[in-house]
Nanobody
């Protein structure tokens, strides 16, 4: 298990940008995949993006071409750059780590709220 803390949420107009950050504890950050998920009110949590230990990335179709996930292993931080935001992107965004099993996310942050106004 690792401790994860998200930063960077807020209120933005449609078409705007936000950059989320997630800081991790522990000494093996570079060894496992990191991901971003989101949950809107009344909806189930959904996958947004993930980045593996080798920096390969994968995105949900709904955000492909607008969002970019990246990582800085020296700073034990993963980022989610969100451009062209839409009202339907409004959700609580969670950072997650797949520590024990490849691509099985077992550590979660508390979440940061992103609200996109129309």
């Amino acid at each position: 298990q690792v401790q994860l803390v998200e930063f960077g949420g807020g209120l933005v107009q449609a078409g705007g940008s936000l950059r989320l950050s997630c800081a991790a504890s522990g000494s093996t950050f570079g060894n496992y995949a990191m991901g971003w998920f989101r949950q809107a009110p009344g909806k189930e949590r959904e996958f947004v993006a993930r980045i593996r230990w080798n920096s390969s990335t994968f995105y949900a179709e709904s955000v492909k071409g607008r969002f970019t996930i990246s990582r800085d292993n020296a700073k034990k931080t993963v980022f989610l750059q969100m451009n062209g935001l839409k009202p339907e992107d409004t959700a609580n965004y969670y950072c997650a780590a797949a520590v024990r099993t490849e691509l099985v996310f077992d550590s979660w942050g508390q979440g940061t709220q992103v609200t996109v106004s129309s």
